[in-house]
């Protein structure tokens, strides 16, 4: 038997210890009644059947193609439909090295496909090649029919799958074109298109208006001051990351900002986009009426979930994406979602959630497949974990790399240090720590905090106000570490 003819290798009679693992997997009942209907032919691609296929060629289906060529299933069964013209890649270098001018050594593909961002194999094209999996790019799934377990793509393909996993992730939100969110000159940032195309805006700009003051604003501003130019953030909050940053916290990085020359244009909502004679974009108008000059402008006002054409396999109404449980399985037997689009119960905090995070998109991605192909039933146990890295080409005076695990926005922000480098927040509720945030760490301080947010210590609050370093806090926490493990 050839493994290239993936829908046979689903007789349960194998003996191969990969098959076996498949086996208890399938004794869920969704995946019965799917070998049913599976008894069609030997040659799965042939006859555009395909044992799994990934929707969304993106950060998530990197990483699960990774999980489903650790357990031997992708050879021949694996088939990966991507909108976009390349192989899988850590996309949050699209608004960090990738933006940085030529003379800055900007990142480009093939250096950042998956998995190098987790210190994994660099998957190229070539190595979906190596390992059997079919690519489909530059086709963009269209439709679904669950009844008949097929996808139609925009080229007017018509795939069967055995399951499916969509792995679509975000679009960026964007402004109405009446109110000149469609003008030459105006962008936003989601894929390698998108970045190329801001590029060669800022090859000739002199005027950057930056449009939030999120993790996007906050990212694409440090790269525009790298290229020399007249920088400005609008957002409508009183400061940077207002989701994430205490108003103390916020008011450090914004020094920064300004010192790298980026101004500030705080508490302004955006009336208009105008254009110049020339068509291309001229102006901002803010709603209290006054303008701003700009010749490029950037987006990032938050993303939503792409969700079109899955409607069927049922989307969450509270937090947007589709819906699934524990182990990433919708509400239809042998479909599953992870990465941006699945709305996921977040374990830890009891409620459903979705993660705009490439830690997340990794983590689900991998759990997803391991129950799939395997016995493994452990529902998914996420920590949230946010991070950036700005200022970090050469030249920089000052480069920055924060991470925060945990929850934020709850109970009192503690805050240490002086960010000379180093200032650390932590959350505390009812004595327990809920969320710690680090900037400037080293390795092992940046190891402590997960163990610190998923413990929730009880941490004396007097004396981590009275720490007088980063280091004495972190020790302090360490100390309530321990002492919750001893009792
Ligand atoms: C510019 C940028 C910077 C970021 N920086 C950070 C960061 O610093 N830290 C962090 O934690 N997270 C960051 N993120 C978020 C992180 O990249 C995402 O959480 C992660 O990429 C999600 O992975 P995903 O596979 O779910 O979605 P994506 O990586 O977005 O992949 C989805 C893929 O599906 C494709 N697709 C969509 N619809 C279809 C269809 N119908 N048919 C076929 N394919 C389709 C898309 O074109 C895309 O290629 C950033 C995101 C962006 C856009």
Redo the contacts with the bound molecule.
């Keep these: 038997m050839s493994l290239k003819h993936g829908l046979s290798l689903w007789c349960p009679q194998t003996s191969s210890s990969s098959l076996n693992r498949i086996t208890h997997s399938y004794s869920l009942p969704f995946v019965r009644s799917q070998r049913r209907s599976f008894i069609v032919s030997s040659s799965s691609f042939a006859n555009e059947n395909r044992e799994f296929v990934i ?7 990197g990483y699960a193609a990774r999980t489903f060529v650790e357990h031997g299933m992708a050879d021949g069964k694996l088939c990966i ?4 013209a390349f192989a899988p890649y850590e ?2 270098a ?3 090295a990738y933006l940085f001018p030529k003379d800055k050594k900007p990142a480009r593909l093939p250096g950042f496909h998956t998995c190098v961002g987790s210190g994994g194999e660099r998957q190229t094209p070539d190595w979906y090649k190596e390992h059997g999996i079919e690519m489909l790019y530059e086709d ?3 439709g679904l029919d669950i009844t008949k377990q097929t996808l139609a793509t925009s080229s007017g393909k018509l795939l069967k799958y055995g399951s499916l996993i969509i ?4 679009t960026a939100v964007r402004f109405p074109e009446k109110i000149g969110g469609n003008l030459p000159g105006v962008h936003y ?3 390698v298109a998108d970045a190329d195309s801001l590029i060669s805006s800022l090859e000739s700009a002199k005027k950057v208006v930056i449009v939030g003051g999120g ?2 604003g906050m ?1 694409v501003a440090a790269a525009a001051v790298a290229w020399k130019l007249d920088t400005t953030i609008i957002f409508p909050e009183n400061h940077l990351l207002p989701r994430l940053f205490t108003t103390s916290l916020a008011r450090r990085y914004e020094e920064l900002y300004l010192e790298n020359g980026v101004k500030f244009q705080k508490g302004s909502l955006i009336k208009n986009i105008e254009a110049g004679s020339d068509g291309h974009v001229a102006a901002v108008k803010l709603e209290d009426g006054s303008t701003i000059e700009a010749d490029t402008i950037i987006i990032g006002v938050g ?1 939503k979930p ?1 969700v ?2 899955f409607e069927a396999v049922g989307l969450d109404t509270t937090v947007g994406g589709i819906q699934v449980d524990g182990l990433f399985q919708t509400r239809v037997p042998g479909i599953f979602a ?4 699945a709305a996921f119960p977040l374990k830890m905090y009891d409620r459903i959630a979705r993660v ?6 990794r983590r689900s ?1 991998q759990h997803c497949v391991k129950a799939l192909l395997s016995a493994q039933t452990h529902t998914y146990d996420y920590l949230p974990y ?4 700005v200022f970090e080409y050469e030249e920089s005076a000052r480069k920055v790399w924060w991470q925060f695990y945990g929850e934020n926005a709850v109970g009192e922000a503690i805050e240490v240090g002086n960010f000379n480098p180093k200032i650390a927040t932590f959350w505390l509720d009812s004595g327990k720590l809920k969320g710690v945030f680090l900037e400037s760490g080293s390795s092992e301080e940046f190891q402590l905090l997960p163990r610190l947010a998923r413990s929730q210590p009880l941490v004396d609050k007097a004396k981590l106000q009275n720490a007088s370093s980063v280091e004495e806090a972190l020790q302090i926490a360490q100390s309530s570490l321990d002492a919750t493990a001893a009792v």
């Design positions: 929707v969304g060629g993106g950060n998530a289906a439909v991507c909108k976009e996309r949050p699209l608004t960090k963009p799934v269209t792995s679509t992730g975000c940032i989601r894929d993790y996007i990212e993303a792409a079109q054409p992870v990465g941006d689009v705009e995070h490439v830690d997340h998109a991605a946010f991070y950036s890295r």
